[in-house]
């Protein structure tokens, strides 16, 4: 009987592994891209990263060291496609920008949507501006000025100029054969907008429908008039919200006039979601952008003057301690059992606080349901601080061999949850009531309240119940 030959592998080791159930890039692959960065080997690397997504080159960037960023970007050479950049962290997108030449960005910036132009065209600095300006046509040029003219994060700078705008008398066929022909319109889009003759929208009709319309159907026939329009200077937290809760792939872009003038897709919305989620979560800990590209300097620059504050709010917790050093020094159980009443409240506190600023920033939190909120978490707080106070009043008991240090720990638990749970609901809506945004501010106020609350309200019992 003949042997089987054995199964032929014909994998390339310079293409990158992909594995069948997962997405992304590989530490292996990054391995061997550095490898062939620091050899030199140029072919080696275009076969390496050639066929990786936009999103998977970029990955690739931030894992490879900072020498090696723009050698592999000169290495791909004309094959690097510019939408790379948008993947990137944006202090990682500035540090590759500064390094490409002006007619280089001018070329690809032409090639792109108007969306993702602006996007890596807004991150140069005035000089690098006014370089791909003088370098660009004119058409572009007058894109890339008047989208920079709209307020930063408004739905003017995000929106894509690129659309498919039809006469309300048109057909189906009609529009059908526009697109056939026509050379100017986006590589991707969802929905087709119908115009009066003042260029104002009145309606819309998804590409899928059309597809499935007989040629001759009238377009007013099939459109959908319940549209959500977006105003030019609407806040992108705003735009995100309107796609959020009414499901929408794309939305209109009108100016003041109420003329069509661009279109926000759903790939943007995803961005802008997810910016604005991690613009919260940084604020709540007094970190301005994300800093893991940033040098040394630059990073300790920016977190000094919220740990500043900090030191200030510590000083008050401070000087409460200060004012019962009495009690202290006559029961120093008092000094060991300290920290964990003002660390209970203070992570309670942050429950209720991290709750509270992610429902305000997603509107399920307002003034109709904001009372209900407060309730529960004094509730949530009380049971929390009921059973802790056993817990703790136990260990203190047993530890120390005193029952009334129990009890004053047990009283003080429950005093600072109950406290931690109501200033963690009540110091966001109150910042949010005063136009502050609850996600910068609250976390230095809840801590302060709970570690002053906590420390007077342990001392102070102590005080009253032991000397």
Same mark, same amino acid.
């Given at each position: 009987?003949?042997?089987?030959?054995?199964?032929?592998?014909?994998?390339?080791?310079?293409?990158?592994?992909?594995?069948?159930?997962?997405?992304?890039?590989?530490?292996?692959?990054?391995?061997?891209?550095?490898?062939?960065?620091?050899?030199?080997?140029?072919?080696?690397?275009?076969?390496?990263?050639?066929?990786?997504?936009?999103?998977?080159?970029?990955?690739?960037?931030?894992?490879?060291?900072?020498?090696?960023?723009?050698?592999?970007?000169?290495?791909?050479?004309?094959?690097?496609?510019?939408?790379?950049?948008?993947?990137?962290?944006?202090?990682?997108?500035?540090?590759?920008?500064?390094?490409?030449?002006?007619?280089?960005?001018?070329?690809?910036?032409?090639?792109?949507?108007?969306?993702?132009?602006?996007?890596?065209?807004?991150?140069?600095?005035?000089?690098?501006?006014?370089?791909?300006?003088?370098?660009?046509?004119?058409?572009?040029?007058?894109?890339?000025?008047?989208?920079?003219?709209?307020?930063?994060?408004?739905?003017?700078?995000?929106?894509?100029?690129?659309?498919?705008?039809?006469?309300?008398?048109?057909?189906?066929?009609?529009?059908?054969?526009?697109?056939?022909?026509?050379?100017?319109?986006?590589?991707?889009?969802?929905?087709?907008?119908?115009?009066?003759?003042?260029?104002?929208?009145?309606?819309?009709?998804?590409?899928?429908?059309?597809?499935?319309?007989?040629?001759?159907?009238?377009?007013?026939?099939?459109?959908?008039?319940?549209?959500?329009?977006?105003?030019?200077?609407?806040?992108?937290?705003?735009?995100?919200?309107?796609?959020?809760?009414?499901?929408?792939?794309?939305?209109?872009?009108?100016?003041?006039?109420?003329?069509?003038?661009?279109?926000?897709?759903?790939?943007?919305?995803?961005?802008?979601?997810?910016?604005?989620?991690?613009?919260?979560?940084?604020?709540?800990?007094?970190?301005?952008?994300?800093?893991?590209?940033?040098?040394?300097?630059?990073?300790?620059?920016?977190?000094?003057?919220?740990?500043?504050?900090?030191?200030?709010?510590? &000083? $008050? /917790?401070?000087?409460?301690?200060? +004012?019962?050093?009495?009690?202290?020094?006559?029961? *120093?159980?008092? %000094? !060991?059992?300290?920290?964990?009443?003002?660390?209970?409240?203070?992570?309670?506190?942050?429950?209720?606080?991290?709750?509270?600023?992610?429902?305000?920033?997603?509107?399920?939190?307002?003034?109709?349901?904001?009372?209900?909120?407060?309730?529960?978490?004094?509730?949530?707080?009380?049971?929390?601080?009921?059973?802790?106070?056993?817990?703790?009043?136990?260990?203190?008991?047993?530890?120390?061999?005193?029952?009334?240090?129990?009890?004053?720990?047990?009283?003080?638990?429950?005093?600072?949850?109950? &406290? $931690? /749970?109501?200033?963690?609901?009540? +110091?966001?809506?109150?910042?949010?009531?005063?136009? *502050?945004?609850? %996600? !910068?501010?609250?976390?230095?106020?809840?801590?302060?309240?709970?570690?002053?609350?906590?420390?007077?309200?342990?001392?102070?019992?102590?005080?009253?119940?032991?000397?």
């Amino acid at each position: 009987m003949a042997e089987t030959p054995p199964e032929h592998d014909d994998s390339d080791p310079w293409l990158p592994e992909v594995q069948p159930d997962s997405y992304g890039i590989s530490a292996e692959l990054v391995r061997k891209v550095a490898k062939a960065l620091a050899a030199g080997k140029e072919r080696k690397v275009h076969r390496l990263v050639i066929d990786l997504h936009e999103a998977d080159l970029a990955d690739l960037l931030e894992h490879l060291d900072r020498d090696d960023r723009p050698r592999l970007i000169e290495f791909l050479g004309n094959d690097f496609d510019l939408e790379v950049l948008t993947h990137l962290d944006s202090s990682l997108r500035e540090e590759l920008i500064e390094a490409m030449e002006p007619r280089q960005l001018a070329d690809s910036l032409s090639d792109m949507d108007s969306d993702d132009a602006v996007d890596i065209f807004e991150d140069l600095d005035e000089d690098a501006q006014r370089e791909v300006l003088e370098a660009l046509p004119r058409a572009d040029r007058l894109v890339l000025e008047e989208s920079l003219s709209f307020p930063e994060d408004s739905a003017g700078r995000i929106m894509q100029r690129e659309l498919l705008a039809v006469p309300s008398s048109w057909t189906v066929g009609q529009t059908i054969d526009y697109m056939r022909a026509a050379k100017d319109l986006p590589d991707d889009f969802y929905d087709l907008y119908i115009v009066d003759p003042k260029h104002q929208p009145i309606g819309f009709v998804p590409l899928s429908r059309a597809m499935r319309t007989k040629r001759p159907v009238p377009l007013t026939d099939i459109m959908t008039d319940d549209m959500k329009v977006v105003p030019i200077e609407m806040d992108q937290e705003e735009v995100a919200y309107l796609f959020r809760q009414y499901g929408l792939v794309s939305a209109p872009v009108v100016d003041p006039g109420g003329r069509l003038v661009g279109v926000v897709t759903v790939d943007d919305v995803v961005h802008i979601i997810d910016e604005e989620a991690e613009e919260d979560l940084l604020k709540l800990a007094g970190v301005k952008e994300t800093d893991l590209y940033s040098a040394v300097l630059d990073t300790t620059r920016s977190r000094f003057s919220w740990l500043l504050i900090n030191l200030f709010t510590a &000083v $008050a /917790a401070s000087i409460v301690i200060a +004012v019962f050093e009495e009690t202290i020094e006559r029961v *120093v159980a008092l %000094a !060991v059992l300290m920290p964990i009443v003002a660390s209970m409240g203070g992570n309670a506190g942050t429950q209720t606080l991290t709750v509270a600023v992610r429902a305000l920033a997603m509107r399920d939190l307002s003034a109709g349901n904001a009372w209900r909120f407060v309730g529960k978490e004094v509730l949530v707080g009380l049971a929390n601080g009921l059973m802790f106070a056993v817990l703790a009043g136990a260990l203190a008991w047993l530890w120390f061999d005193a029952p009334m240090i129990g009890v004053i720990i047990g009283a003080a638990m429950v005093i600072n949850l109950v &406290v $931690a /749970a109501l200033s963690g609901a009540l +110091v966001p809506l109150g910042l949010e009531k005063l136009g *502050v945004d609850p %996600a !910068v501010a609250s976390s230095v106020l809840l801590t302060t309240v709970t570690d002053v609350i906590g420390f007077f309200a342990f001392l102070g019992l102590a005080t009253v119940f032991l000397l």
